[in-house]
């Protein structure tokens, strides 16, 4: 099961994936993660979801994202919680 074409958030669509699209912005995983694009910049850095960064570019795969996604259970969720966390204290200390 992959992700739907469209993420509806209030009555509005807010994202939809194109047919032939093989990979993700992070603009578009801000969307499919309803999370700022600083929170999507970081989880990426932290590879706490499948993407490749390219020069300056972070493009994520959608096949590798989409069976990530799908895959997601609540101990995934709170370990990459936990994660995220840690990683927020690292750049406060």
């Not at 699209?21 to 309803?34: A, K, M, V």
């Not at 700022?36 to 499948?50: G, H, I, Q, S």
Request: charged share 30%; aromatic share 8%; with cysteine.
């Amino acid at each position: 099961m992959s992700l739907p074409k469209e993420i509806k958030a209030k009555g509005k669509v807010q994202f939809q994936k194109k047919a032939y699209q093989r990979t993700y912005s992070i603009d578009e995983i801000r969307q499919i993660l309803n999370l700022n694009e600083k929170t999507c910049r970081r989880m990426a850095k932290a590879m706490l979801f499948p993407n490749l960064k390219i020069g300056s570019r972070i493009i994520v795969p959608c096949e590798a994202f989409d069976h990530w996604f799908d895959n997601l259970t609540l101990e995934n969720m709170v370990e990459i919680t936990e994660k995220y966390a840690k990683l927020n204290e690292g750049e406060n200390s």
